[in-house]
């Protein structure tokens, strides 16, 4: 390469704009970067654990907690889409690169603790209420009305009819 051709190339590089993109600039349309989990509304059903294919998500109900690998997420978004309480979503940052199978564990929030504890006692609630009801109308049954005439047995009839016969 000739010094004049090296000059040429050294200033038009100068001079023009990179042919590169720079990265986590932009993040297009459906990006699926990496998973979030907004625990003020999940309510560690597990439904994400069950549905994830690669096993990549973590449940512990005794614990409180949500966890996520994310070296062995795929991104295939199955977890968002199926969570009931939409509290997963796929970020559009995409999953910093590391050295190390780190496991990523959050802990629910006070306020879905709360929520999930109060939805849990109208429930209670609701069930014995509705038991309550039940064992009143039952009580309440026999003493309604009169006591329902007994059906007319078929034998009956015909003993008469044999009888009548007999008498002949
Ligand atoms: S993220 Fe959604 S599906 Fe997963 S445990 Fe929480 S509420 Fe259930
Ligand atoms: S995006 Fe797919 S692979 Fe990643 S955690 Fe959700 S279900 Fe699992």
Redesign the pocket.
């Known amino acids: 390469m000739s010094i004049v051709s090296f000059n040429t190339t050294v200033l038009h590089n100068l001079f023009s704009k990179p042919k590169t993109r720079k990265a986590e600039k932009e993040y297009p349309a459906g990006t699926r970067g990496h998973v979030e ?1 907004d625990m003020d509304l ?8 069950i549905k994830c294919p690669t096993h990549a998500i973590t ?1 512990d109900k005794a614990e409180k907690t ?1 966890s996520i690998r994310p070296m062995s997420c795929i991104q295939c978004r199955c ?1 968002v889409d ?4 939409k ?2 979503s796929m970020g559009l940052r995409f999953q910093e690169p590391g050295s190390e199978k780190i496991t990523k564990t959050f802990k629910q929030s006070e306020k879905a603790i709360a929520a999930q504890e109060a939805l849990m006692k109208a429930a209670k609630e609701r069930a014995a209420a509705a038991a309550a009801a039940k064992a009143a109308a039952a009580q309440a049954k026999p003493s309604d009305g009169a006591a329902t005439p007994a059906k007319a047995d078929p034998a009956d009839a015909r003993n008469k009819v044999e009888a009548k016969t007999d008498n002949k």
Not at 42 to 49: D, F, H, P, R, Y
Not at 82 to 85: A, E, G, V
């Open positions: 989990n999940c309510i560690l059903c597990g439904l994400c654990s449940v949500w977890c199926n969570c009931p309480k509290s997963l």
